[in-house]
């Protein structure tokens, strides 16, 4: 019952906190640290201390299959080679720069041991730099590269970490490390792979969400424990299986599973993910205690604390710089110097270094110098790095992702979508004498004209699909009511009351979905878009001009009709309407003219459309 009231009390006060983090501007993680450090010095709060099983075991395959679920098998692909050099060469460096400091500042702790703590405090934290990356809007390939850099540097410190014990208790020579090195990564790599096609197998039989999400649930467990019975990496089985699973997802999963599974690892992602930064600070009065008790002199004690956590923050910041053309650059452009500050500068360590220093055995000499070392680091890089890095970002004016940018590529998509839809749809034989077809095409054609919509200025009033979200939402609300009303006077089973509940409310979080959009979006400019779409032939040979500064659409005019947002064409500089305008004058003058190319006639974009090849540029 104590343990219950207190995992209870634990989840209340990762909740509370991060609420008011939240509310105060401060970032979830290091709030939930500070009240942890406060919390552990409070009378009557019990002492937590956390061991490496737990950790590893209970929080990390979890963390880690959450992770690597959301973060895109393409960027990863697209991103390797940096991520290699940060997850593997920048952990073998820092192990071995910090094994030659601790070394040298604590006399008669020996090489293996040196490299051990080394081990613990190299690999950065996957909840941390991310969370708090995502947050402040970091560029998203720095983002993925550090997502895919802490999804894959815990299995190499945790391989280092075990070969140095073992070099500490008994010796290990050079070919037994390679052979770890091995088994680890292949090994590790080979039981992700194997539990993914077992997982995708099933899939494909397994229909019902509930048991599609139990099955999830149990993945990273199982791809951990299969890896570590074989003395291979779990943490790098986890990634393997999730990477794969993530990506393969829309194939193997029905749409009501994908949706489970999404909604139910978020949840637990983020209780997991907070309540670790909390107990991160519940550590600090008992790892402070064991050290008070230490023959070693409370001043060399700071000064080894001290100079590992400025040896971390050095080394990644050297080895990030000395290869930074290899980490950030693509074709001939250099990286700007911005960019690899930014992704020397996120490197927090978190709960994984924690529980790696748990990992050297009791009675090992300076055990309790080595954790707080561990925990130095953590919270060091913790508020050293995470509170200035918004700071840094903003003084470096390093670009955040662009809201319009994301827009008018959800828009294209859409487009492009819809097109190869209706192509699948016309090759159908089906006697249509319901209206049917045009009812699908007109579904299909609001949902892109709401995406479309998002474009351009803020207008005075609502645009279409503003107006359709909030009337909407009106009789939503009007609906649920009146259901609510039948179930309670047990009229209706409430299976079926159950099911049309669910009907309405997959409807209005779709509506909410398009809204939080559109907020987005609110004071955005297009002014500064990369293109990264297709080029065709069109698009190149209409290149951008200057719009009209007052243009109009004369057919509208002249029709009494009102648009929403204008286009101009670059072949004979016609102005015409939008397709989310009544008169949808611009598509008419393509049909009628065939001219390929528009570009949007909006104050401060300057993308253009091909109406032939469905592209923007």
């Not at 104590?2 to 006060?13: S, W």
């Not at 930074?324 to 700007?336: D, F, I, N, V």
Request: aromatic letters at 6%; hydrophobic letters at 50%.
């Amino acid at each position: 019952m104590e343990i219950a009231l207190l995992l209870v009390v634990l989840a209340v006060v990762v909740l509370a906190g991060t609420a008011v983090a939240e509310r105060i501007g401060t970032p979830p993680p290091l709030f939930l640290v500070v009240v942890g450090v406060i919390g552990s010095w409070v009378p009557g709060v019990p002492e937590i201390q956390l061991s490496a099983e737990v950790v590893l075991f209970g929080l990390l395959p979890p963390l880690l299959y959450a992770a690597a679920l959301q973060t895109s098998l393409v960027d990863f692909n697209a991103n390797r080679r940096p991520i290699l050099l940060l997850s593997v060469g920048l952990v073998v460096f820092t192990t071995v720069g910090v094994a030659v400091v601790v070394e040298g500042l604590l006399p008669g702790l020996g090489w293996p041991l040196a490299f051990a703590i080394g081990a613990v405090v190299a690999p950065p934290d996957a909840v941390a730099a991310t969370a708090i990356g995502r947050r402040i809007g970091l560029p998203r390939r720095i983002v993925t590269i550090l997502e895919g850099e802490s999804l894959l540097n815990d299995a190499t410190a945790l391989v280092s970490l075990r070969t140095a014990l073992s070099a500490a208790l008994g010796g290990v020579g050079l070919l037994a490390v390679a052979g770890d090195f091995v088994l680890a990564a292949f090994g590790g790599a080979a039981v992700g792979f194997a539990v993914f096609l077992l997982v995708a197998r099933v899939r494909r039989r397994v229909t019902d969400p509930i048991l599609d999400t139990g099955i999830s649930l149990v993945v990273p467990f199982a791809s951990y424990v299969l890896a570590e019975e074989i003395h291979a990496s779990g943490v790098l089985a986890v990634v393997v299986a999730g990477l794969l699973l993530g990506h393969k997802a829309p194939v193997l999963q029905t749409a009501q599973s994908r949706i489970a599974e999404r909604t139910n690892w978020r949840t637990i992602a983020f209780v997991l993910e907070n309540a670790v930064f909390l107990l991160i600070g519940l550590q600090a009065e008992w790892i402070l205690a064991g050290v008070a008790d230490s023959e070693v002199a409370p001043s060399r004690v700071a000064l080894v604390c001290g100079a590992t956590l400025l040896a971390v923050v050095a080394l990644r910041m050297a080895w990030v710089f000395t290869t930074g053309q290899l980490l950030l650059r693509r074709s001939q452009a250099r990286p700007p110097a911005s960019y690899t500050f930014l992704l020397g500068w996120a490197g927090m360590r978190g709960v994984v270094t924690l529980a790696a220093a748990f990992v050297i055995p009791e009675g090992t000499e300076h055990r309790e110098i080595l954790l707080l070392v561990a925990f130095t680091v953590v919270a060091g890089t913790l508020f050293g790095q995470g509170l200035t890095l918004p700071w840094l970002a903003r003084r470096l004016e390093v670009p955040s992702p662009d809201p319009a940018e994301d827009a008018l590529a959800r828009a294209t998509l859409l487009q492009q979508a819809s097109k190869a839809g209706f192509k699948a749809l016309a090759k159908e034989e089906y006697d249509d004498h319901h209206g049917v077809t045009e009812a699908v095409r007109a579904r299909v054609e609001q949902r892109n004209f709401a995406a479309w919509e998002q474009l351009g200025p803020n207008l005075d009033e609502e645009t279409p699909s503003e107006q359709y979200t909030r009337l909407r939402r009106i009789m939503i609300d009007a609906e649920r009511t009146r259901v609510l009303q039948v179930r309670s006077r047990g009229e209706v089973a409430a299976d079926v009351v159950a099911e049309v509940l669910v009907m309405l409310d997959v409807e209005e979080s779709m509506l909410d979905a398009a809204s939080r959009s559109r907020e987005e979006l609110k004071g955005a400019t297009m002014a500064e878009l990369s293109r990264h779409a297709d080029a065709c032939a069109d698009l190149e040979s209409h290149p951008a001009i200057e719009t009209d500064r007052d243009p109009a659409c004369p057919e509208c005019l002249e029709e009494g009709l009102r648009w929403v947002h204008l286009r101009q064409c670059l072949a004979c500089g016609h102005v015409g309407c939008c397709d989310s305008s009544p008169g949808r004058h611009a598509s008419a003058h393509f049909h009628e003219t065939t001219h390929p190319v528009v570009q949007s006639a909006e104050v401060g974009e300057t993308w253009r459309w091909c109406f032939v090849h469905h592209l923007t540029a």
